[in-house]
C-alpha cells in the first residue's frame, strides 16, 4: 500500500493537473471533508477517529505550570531529538508564549504517539515506511534528512521502495507555498505540475494506492483585527483568561465566570466569526470557547507573527480537500476518518474500533 499525502491540496487544482486528473477519474474520489483545527487532522487520518478520541486540536495547549520556554528553534529540536521525540516544531515567536506547551512530543510512526493506535501502532509486524520530513522512518527506526522539496522526497521513496514495504507513507509539502503566493499564482502552477510528474512515478509501485491532503487552501479577504476588541474589555491576560489567536479560529481558557460571560456576549455581537459547537466537530474540550473566523476572514495579531496570501482552517464543512484511491470505483465525498478503515480493508487486515467507516463494498 502506498499512500501519498499532498499538502495542502484544493480539489479545484486536479482539473489543472494531467495524471491526479486521470486517475481521479478512472477510481474512487471525491472531496475530503477533514477535522477542524490543524494539528487534529493527521491523527485523525493516521487512528480513524474524530478529536475528541485523539485530544488534538492544535499544535499548542495551554500551560498550565507556566514553564520557562527558549524561543531558539535549534535548542529545542536538539531537545526533542536526544529525548528521541520526534515531532519537531517552530517555537512561538510571541511575548505569550510562556502560557501555551506544545501539544505533540512523538512523531506520528514512533511507538504510541497517540492515546489511541496509530496505522503504525496497528501494522507494527509488517514492513512500514514513512517519508515525513524532516523524519524517515523504517518501522520504528529513525533517520533525519534536510530538504523537503518535491525532487528530494521523490528521490527518497524511489529508493526506499525497492525494499517493498507493506505499507508506504509518503508526504509532498510542496503546495504548501500557496500561504507565501496564493493559489492562482506560477508558483504553485509550477509545484503542481512537480508533485503530479512525482505522483505519476509511485502510482504503480504498488497494487493498492491512496492519495489524500490534510486541507485546502482558500485566498484571504479580509482580515480582523480580534485583540483590539478582546483589549476593550479590559480584562487582564493571564488572570481573567487566556487565549491563543490563530488565523482562522481562536481558543480561550477562562479564569473566572465574569470573563468568560464578558467575552462570549462580545463574541456574540460580532460579525467576523462564530462560536465553535464542540459537539457538531467532534472536539475534545481541552479549551473553554473556539472563535471561528467566517470563511476568507482571518484574525490578527496571531501568535505565529506570520501574513498569509491563502490559508486553511476555515469550517472544514466547507473548505474540502480531495482524495483518491486506486482499485475501488465511483465519486464520493468522504470524511478523513474513514480513510485508515478502507485502507486496512484493502490491505485485508482486521479493524480495531474506529470511528470511521470503510469505504470498500459501501
Ligand atoms: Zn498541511
Redesign the pocket.
Known amino acids: 500500500m502506498i499512500c501519498i499525502f499532498i ?2 491540496l484544493k480539489p479545484e487544482y486536479i482539473e489543472k493537473t494531467t495524471f491526479l486528473k486521470e486517475i481521479a477519474e478512472n477510481n474512487l474520489s471525491g472531496n475530503l471533508e477533514v477535522t477542524f483545527g490543524f494539528t487534529s487532522i493527521l491523527p485523525s487520518f493516521l487512528t480513524g477517529c474524530y478529536p475528541d478520541t485523539h485530544r488534538k486540536i492544535d499544535l499548542f495547549d495551554l500551560d498550565q505550570e507556566m514553564k520557562p520556554k527558549t524561543k531558539s528553534r535549534l535548542l529545542i529540536n536538539l531537545r526533542l531529538l536526544l529525548k528521541n521525540n520526534r515531532f519537531f516544531f517552530t517555537p512561538l515567536n510571541s511575548e505569550y508564549y510562556k502560557y501555551f506547551k506544545v501539544s505533540q512530543e512523538k512523531a506520528w510512526p514512533q511507538k504510541n504517539s497517540l492515546p489511541v493506535k496509530t496505522i503504525f501502532d496497528i501494522l507494527e509486524d509488517k514492513k512500514l515506511i514513512s517519508i515525513d520530513w524532516p523524519n524517515i522512518y523504517i518501522n520504528r527506526k529513525s533517520k533525519l534528512f534536510f530538504k523537503n522539496d518535491c525532487k528530494t522526497v521523490l528521490d527518497i521513496t524511489k529508493k526506499l521502495i525497492k525494499s517493498k514495504p507493506d505499507f508506504l507513507f509518503v508526504h509532498f509539502l510542496d503546495l ?1 507555498i500557496a500561504h507565501k503566493y496564493g493559489t492562482t499564482s506560477n508558483e504553485l502552477k509550477e509545484k503542481l505540475t512537480e508533485i503530479d510528474n512525482a505522483v505519476r512515478e509511485l502510482a504503480f509501485l504498488d497494487d493498492n494506492l491512496i492519495i489524500f491532503s ?2 485546502s487552501m482558500d485566498e484571504v479577504r479580509e482580515k480582523f483585527d480580534i485583540k483590539e476588541r478582546l483589549d476593550s474589555l479590559k480584562l487582564d491576560f493571564g488572570k481573567d483568561l487566556v487565549y491563543f489567536i490563530g488565523s482562522t479560529f481562536v481558543r480561550f481558557w477562562f479564569k473566572s465566570q465574569e470573563a468568560k460571560k464578558s467575552v462570549e456576549s462580545l463574541l456574540r455581537s460580532l460579525e467576523e466569526g462564530r462560536i465553535v459547537n464542540f459537539k457538531e466537530y467532534n472536539l475534545p474540550k481541552t479549551c473553554d470557547l473556539i472563535f471561528l473566523a467566517n470563511f476568507g476572514t482571518i484574525f490578527y495579531p496571531n501568535l505565529f507573527n506570520t501574513e498569509y496570501q491563502a490559508m486553511h482552517g476555515w469550517d472544514p464543512k466547507i473548505q474540502k480537500t480531495f482524495y483518491i484511491i486506486k482499485n475501488l470505483k465511483g465519486k464520493k465525498d468522504t470524511h478523513i476518518i474513514n480513510l485508515l478503515p478502507t485502507i486496512l480493508d484493502l490491505m485485508k487486515i482486521k479493524k480495531p474500533k474506529l470511528d470511521g467507516n470503510s469505504l470498500v463494498n459501501e
Open positions: 499538502d495542502a504548501e490534510d486541507h
